[in-house]
């Protein structure tokens, strides 16, 4: 987590909006020897008690196993981001390249789910991502025989976690002028994989 307080994001939407963006999560555990982690993809909420994130791991990941032994997890999630040159800010002195960035990390326990809530996660899961790829017909297990789905059930492990810890970064340029953020946002538009960070970056300059 980037140190400086100006580019932290604590807003709960809009943590839970950047992870419906950008999903797939990286969780992190301390191993006995060394630290564990692993990639999944996280369905986000917030409810009456707060923000939940759940996902589902291989029973067989060492990950898992931490888990299930009461080890709390980091999840970070990672957005767009982009090299920034400094000759994007215009004829301005002393400046230095960076990195710009947007992140959101969630830090407590996490709790197994058991064998039907790894059921309804799956549902859910390709409920949310099938939508997304209409119009066609969206997958379901229903597609799939009760046993084979019960033998792929067996072999993984389903989670929810209520973050003790919650927070985001956004570092884009706070620390430059109006102007100077409009160079670089100029120069991103008009390279690959720039659009997101320009899109980020402009929203600070918007009344």
Do not use: C
């Not at 400086?4 to 963006?21: G, Q, V």
């Not at 991502?129 to 209409?134: D, I, K, R």
């Not at 379901?140 to 973050?163: H, N, S, V």
């Amino acid at each position: 987590m980037h140190p400086s307080p100006r580019f932290r994001e604590t807003d709960p939407a809009i943590l839970l909006a950047r992870i419906a963006a950008h999903p797939l999560a990286l969780v992190a555990v301390n191993g006995e020897t060394a630290p564990r982690v692993v990639h999944t993809p996280v369905i986000a909420r917030q409810d009456k008690a707060g923000v939940a994130l759940r996902f589902h791991l291989s029973a067989a990941n060492p990950v898992t196993a931490r888990l299930l032994a009461g080890a709390p997890a980091t999840l970070v999630f990672t957005g767009p981001d982009a090299y920034i040159s400094p000759d994007w800010y215009g004829d301005v002195p002393d400046q230095v390249p960076t990195w710009n960035y947007l992140s959101v990390e969630a830090e407590g326990a996490a709790r197994e789910t058991g064998r039907e809530g790894a059921a309804a996660f799956l549902d859910d899961l390709s409920a949310v991502f099938e939508t997304a790829l209409l119009p066609k017909p969206p997958w379901t297990r229903a597609k799939m025989t009760p046993a084979a789905f019960e033998a792929q059930l067996g072999g993984i492990r389903a989670f929810e976690m209520r973050p003790a810890r919650f927070e985001g970064i956004a570092k884009l340029g706070q620390n430059k002028t109006p102007e100077m953020r409009a160079g670089v946002v100029a120069a991103l538009e008009g390279l690959p994989g720039g659009a997101g960070i320009a899109a980020a970056m402009r929203g600070l300059d918007r009344p």
